[in-house]
């Protein structure tokens, strides 16, 4: 009997980690996961997680694609796998664009499309990237210069007033969410002109250095390095790049759509995470449709390998609409009580030793909703994760949105976050558009509409300072035990919209139920709901 093909991509780079496809499955996970080591390079743990979920051996593979970053693409010999025994033959180097752009576009519902890929830099010097995508291929039609310099891109110049305000430069969602507190208007000068379809930047170092330079340079003044929010030029600098990355995208959009002659527009990198350009992207008339897988960082660069590896291997492009994010693996029952047993098997492991209870549940969206209603918050753990940075209802920490005493209270105390970031709302499909701005769907949280005035009281713990919110729609179908939860808050609260962030404290968001425990008693969440199990504080 024929088997299947299996073929298994993998990231070498920050964000490491592993997908496999079959005819049908799709699993992928990030190897922070596994590891709770946040950006966390490495595989392995990854690849073995997605051959269990799979129930296959590392014989069954058919094909490896591997990417990374850097000015070449990994050779075969320099991956590892070999050491596993898989040969060259079967080791295959991706582009690390071309990798995020086939999970733009075959992750997409578009048969013919524009592909933009912006990040903060890939092979070859690659920072701005495009595509024509149709049935029949993905083909580059352009991008950067190769001798501008990688400090002179978009995602590159992010990262560097990301780092001259004090964070990590995968930490650029902290600036995004900052500069709706500036005022950007001290900062004349453009930071980058897109000629036809290219961009030129004004940076000319990486990093921090990049901005003291720049600020010699033109005189401006971005406060003190490391200010972290607390100084108003640090602040207003954030709105500069957040301001100038929002024009320029919107252009380069534009020129990109106009030589592809292609109306969809499917937009992967890091830069596509920027929900609030994105929101300002998909409104121009030149897009008539807008697409950006969740994993559209580094975080998905495995998946786009397995997805080339597919159209390698087998000849077909493979065309996966998604609904979802739900790459990772459920976890059985018997799975869960070994954790809550403390069973050392389980792998839990607990920062804090916390007493508790827990029981199992008839209807725990029903006991979840009332505990919401009731100013509880919660930790949500339901089915697989998700593989993007963002919590969509499987991996998230829910609460009241409808005061702002639920957001300073997951900023103080269980978060532990900077109190100028926001939280986002999961709203029902069917209600989004009576409450949000929002005239197509969310499902993955990269779109940051304005509130509609008349119901922003009503949800005040989701709006930002600017008005508007990174809204998550949500359909029961795709997720039935959230879109339950939220129908019940709804019919106790008349508000279809719950609170959401991620289910983590400055650790990776959990990934098994023994994360999801440890979590819970290291910080100060009021339960825990665990598949159709409660956990309570004793």
């Known amino acids: 009997m024929k088997r299947t093909p299996c073929v298994v991509g993998i990231n070498l780079g920050h964000d490491g980690g592993a997908a496999l496809i079959t005819d049908t499955v799709m699993v992928a996970i990030g190897e922070e996961r596994l590891n709770r080591t946040r950006y966390s390079p490495g595989w392995e743990a990854s690849l073995l997680y997605c051959l269990r979920a799979a129930n296959l ?26 050491h596993l025994g898989i040969d060259l033959s079967r080791i295959a180097p991706v582009d690390h664009h071309l990798s995020h752009a086939y ?23 690659d920072t701005e990237t ?32 990301t780092n001259w305000l004090g964070w990590h430069e995968q930490e650029a969602g902290k600036t995004m969410a900052l500069a709706s507190y500036g005022d950007p208007s001290l900062y004349l000068a453009p930071l980058f002109d897109v000629v036809n379809t290219q961009v030129h ?30 100084h108003e030029l640090g602040t207003n600098a954030a709105a500069y790049v957040q301001g100038e990355t929002e024009r320029a995208l919107c252009r380069l959009a534009e020129q990109t759509i106009a030589a592809t002659g292609l109306g969809n527009l499917c937009f992967a990198g890091g830069v596509a995470l920027n929900c609030v350009a994105a929101d300002k992207i ?76 827990w029981r199992r549940e008839s209807d ?31 991996r998230s920490i829910l609460a009241d949105p409808r005061t702002t005493a639920s957001s300073h209270a997951l900023n103080e105390r269980i978060k532990h ?57 949500v359909d029961p179908a795709t997720a039935p035990a959230y879109g339950a939860l939220i129908e019940h ?6 508000v279809p919209v719950v609170l959401n962030t991620s289910f983590n404290d400055r650790e990776p968001i959990v990934e098994s139920p023994a994360d999801a425990l440890a979590t819970f008693q290291a910080c100060d969440l009021d339960a825990a709901c665990i598949g159709s199990y409660l956990v309570e504080r004793s």
């Open 57 to 82: 051996a590392l014989d069954d593979i058919d094909l490896v694609a591997v990417s990374g970053i850097g000015r070449t693409r990994p050779a075969p010999t320099e991956t590892g796998l070999t």
């Open 103 to 125: 999970t733009a576009y075959c992750l997409s519902p578009y048969e013919t499309a524009t592909v933009l890929v912006v990040d903060g830099g890939g092979n070859n010097n």
């Open 130 to 161: 495009h595509y024509a995508a149709t049935p029949d291929g993905i083909e580059r039609l352009g991008g950067n210069p190769p001798t501008r310099p990688r400090a002179g891109g978009i995602g590159a110049t992010y990262e560097a007033f």
């Open 201 to 230: 930047g004004r940076l000319t170092r990486t990093h921090a250095p990049g901005i003291a330079d720049l600020a010699a340079r033109t005189g401006f003044d971005f406060g003190p390095y490391d200010s972290r929010g607390a």
């Open 282 to 357: 998909h409104r121009l008339i030149a897009v008539t449709g807008y697409f950006a897988p969740p994993a559209a960082s580094d975080r998905g660069q495995a998946l786009g390998c397995a997805l080339y590896a597919w159209h390698r291997f087998t000849g077909d492009l493979p065309r996966r609409p998604l609904s979802s994010d739900y790459f990772g693996r459920d976890y059985t029952s018997e799975e869960i009580e070994q954790a809550l047993r403390r069973d050392p098997p389980s792998g839990l492991v607990e920062r804090r030793r916390t007493p508790f209870t």
């Open 364 to 394: 725990i969206a029903r006991t979840a909703a009332q505990m919401i209603a009731d100013g509880k918050i919660i930790g949500w753990f339901q089915g697989g994760s998700e593989l993007g940075p963002r919590a969509l209802g499987a």
């Open 417 to 473: 976050r900077e109190a100028f970031r926001p939280f986002a709302p999961s709203i029902l499909a069917d209600h989004a558009g009576a409450w949000f701005d929002l005239d197509v769907l969310s499902p993955f949280m990269l779109l940051a509409p304005p509130v509609r005035p008349d119901h922003a009281d009503k949800i005040a713990g989701v709006v930002h300072v600017d008005g508007t919110a990174r809204v998550q729609t």
């Open 489 to 494: 808050f709804h019919q106790l609260t008349g």
